[in-house]
């Protein structure tokens, strides 16, 4: 464990409150404030990443070290290592909710692994930081378990997201509501090691900004620059609108790619968008089953669906706005920064056609290809068709003779097969027909299709089985949906972990809708 290399550049460059005190509290003037971790009494460790292991240099047997135990617990700090909790604000549903900050995690320091790459660690649950308002630092084993699963699960999809090395179970219980009903009960506590380049948010240069804080708001972008983005010159005369040109790109590329897969945040406010593009904060996250695009899994949101499937987009751009917002009171015109807003558009056009065409076999995308997808998606949202389960048969029409019975098993209800089984034929012809177009046979098409249309992803309701069996004790799911998790375009996945949603999941807690609660 002692391998582990540290070279702390955030806090190091950047001011921070140093007093170690704990109460909840402003802080104005810094980034971070210096914390400990608060160590809990029978830490247990329930489930590392193999993978992220690895991208430390650190090997199964330091993952079974009782140095490894302490530190990822928060037990114990390790040479090199600093605790600080980070400051950061955010737009909460859309309004601006001031300071937030890293109210439960605390970073443990950054890791230079040996390709010179930079890792931050960070403990989710670890205790309470000045940033804990009237909330206690904790996290209860169904959401870490959530967030560490998804983080893997993310990665091998191919997707931007932070990563998850370790799940320790505290051995103390949380109080939650889970439900928000005022029922709350006592729960397991958790911590998860969190691994990412960055973990620096649009609300961190938010919080600068709104408390006009300029000149380390202007330290800030150009620390973030230097060590994120060593791809921006600093020395060019246009590096800050090449670079928030550049958080622009990531922020539509990210986006698209949740859609490919159905993916859907649950959270967008700006606290929880990542500078770096990654997915972050797995909170009441979720994978829409039967396609609908104004599907949400917070219950939090299920008035305004501010924050559904289809609204990531619109999302995304409207949180870029609110950092350019901030960002502005440094920048030296406005103009640069909507022109980074401008690329979003253009990035997320082209980004958005580019997906659909690879989720469809399309070797180009045409004008008319617009018109054939929305038809489809919007049957399959009138007939409830399983996405994920919809796009792995498709891929195997043939081209000649389109057959709707491949299509039958994406399909929840007989009833809905049944009275939409022309509709969907009829545009499997037209399907057909666009194919023919195209030089390709319908085995390369059925291979590059595959590779952009999961067989596997982390369903809702695979997740919260997964939860019910560690909770008693069973970690088996657990591996099993990891190792699933790792080969997500591969056919070979057992039926049990590729299943549609069964019915019993439709209105269980946690397996369709989930509270922020965690
Ligand atoms: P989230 O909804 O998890 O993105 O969190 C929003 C804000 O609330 C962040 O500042 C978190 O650090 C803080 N927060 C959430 N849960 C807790 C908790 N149990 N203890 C302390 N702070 C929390
Ligand atoms: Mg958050």
Request: overall charge negative; some cysteine.
């Amino acid at each position: 464990m002692n391998k582990l290399n540290f070279n702390n550049r955030f806090v190091t460059e950047l001011p921070g409150d140093e007093t170690g005190m704990q109460q909840s509290r402003q802080t104005q003037g810094v980034c971070w404030a210096a914390v400990s971790p608060t160590p809990v009494q029978r830490p247990n460790l329930l489930a590392y990443s193999s993978d992220v292991l690895r991208i430390l240099n650190l090997s199964d047997d330091d993952a079974n070290s009782d140095d490894f135990l302490a530190a990822f617990c928060g037990n114990r700090l390790l040479p090199g290592m600093t605790a600080y909790a980070s400051c950061y604000g955010g737009h909460q549903f859309g309004n601006w909710a001031g300071q937030l900050g890293d109210g439960r995690a605390i970073a443990l320091g950054e890791v230079l692994n040996n390709e010179g790459e930079r890792w931050e660690l960070q403990l989710k649950g670890a205790g309470m930081t000045p940033y804990s308002r009237r909330a206690d630092g904790r996290a209860v084993l169904r959401s870490s378990l959530r967030e560490f699963l998804c983080s893997e699960a993310m990665h091998h999809l191919g997707i931007p997201g932070t990563r998850a090395l370790s799940l320790i179970a505290t051995g103390e219980n949380v109080m939650r509501d889970m439900l928000y009903d005022g029922n709350p009960a006592l729960e397991p506590g958790a911590v998860v090691c969190r691994v990412a380049p960055s973990f620096t948010r649009f609300g961190h240069f938010e919080i600068l900004a709104a408390r006009g804080e300029y000149a380390l708001l202007q330290r800030l972008i150009d620390f973030t620059i230097d060590r994120d983005f060593p791809q921006i010159d600093r020395q060019s005369p246009d590096y800050f609108a090449s670079w928030f040109k550049l958080v622009c790109e990531r922020t539509a590329r990210l986006v698209v790619e949740w859609l490919r897969v159905g993916f859907v945040h649950g959270v967008m406010n700006t606290d929880n968008m990542s500078i770096i593009g990654l997915t972050l904060d797995y909170g009441p996250y979720g994978w829409v089953d039967n396609f609908d695009p104004g599907w949400t899994p917070n219950t939090t949101d299920e008035e305004w669906r501010r924050y559904s499937l289809a609204q990531q987009p619109p999302v995304a751009r409207w949180n870029l706005e609110r950092l350019a917002d901030a960002l502005a009171t440094v920048a030296t015109s406005r103009s640069m920064l909507n022109e980074g807003l401008v690329h979003f558009d253009v990035t997320l056009q082209t980004g958005l056609s580019t997906m659909l065409a690879g989720k469809f076999g399309l070797l180009e995308w045409q004008e008319e290809d617009a018109a054939l997808t929305e038809s489809i998606f919007e049957l399959m949202q009138r007939a409830e068709v399983d996405m994920t389960e919809f796009f792995r048969a498709l891929a195997n029409v043939s081209q000649q003779a389109p057959e709707l019975g491949i299509l039958r098993s994406a399909f929840y209800r007989e009833p809905l097969y049944q009275s939409h089984s022309a509709l969907f034929y009829a545009w499997l012809e037209r399907y057909a027909a666009r194919l023919a177009q195209q030089q390709d046979t319908d085995e390369a098409r059925r291979i590059r299709m595959n590779l952009v249309n999961p067989r596997f992803i982390l369903r809702n309701y695979l997740a919260q089985q997964a939860i019910d069996a560690a909770t008693n004790g069973d970690m088996s799911l657990i591996h099993a949906l990891m190792e699933a998790a790792r080969h997500p375009y591969d056919d070979d996945i057992s039926a049990a972990l590729t299943a549609k949603r069964p019915d019993w999941a439709i209105n269980k807690p946690g397996c369709s809708m989930l509270s922020c609660s965690s």
